[in-house]
């Protein structure tokens, strides 16, 4: 089993920056893909950003220009560096990851979640 233990959330006047950050931990063979989505009040969990392994990373058009996510392979983490921050920014934030659980069926591919992290931004 895969644990993602999320840091960094936290309440912060709208212009300002926080850093999540997520680490992985348990018995996996590979993480191919990690990323942040969010889900505010009343909404529907949506992504955020992702990382591949070869840090291709997507966004969601909302985060363009202020948010970025990087990863260490080495200590499997996952961050977000949020900056310019929105009251719309609003939500509980998931750290996400997909991989490999054995190196016997490195083609079958899980899914895990954190506990997620509350991010409030106020006006």
């Known amino acids: 089993q895969v644990q993602l233990v999320e840091s960094g959330g936290g309440l912060v006047q709208a212009g300002g920056s926080l850093r999540l950050s997520c680490v992985a931990s348990g018995r996996f063979f590979s993480l191919n893909a990690m990323g942040w989505y969010r889900q505010a009040p009343g909404n529907q969990r949506e992504l955020v950003a992702t990382i591949t392994s070869g840090d291709s990373t997507n966004y969601a058009d909302s985060v363009k220009g202020r948010f970025t996510i990087s990863r260490d392979n080495v200590q499997n983490t996952v961050y977000l560096q949020m900056n310019s921050l929105k009251p719309e920014d609003t939500a509980v934030y998931y750290c996400?990851?997909?991989?490999?659980?054995?190196?016997?069926?490195?083609?079958?591919?899980?899914?895990?979640w954190g506990q997620g992290s509350q991010v409030t931004v106020s006006s």
């Open positions: 996400n990851a997909r991989g490999a659980a054995s190196p016997f069926f490195p083609s079958k591919e899980y899914m895990w």
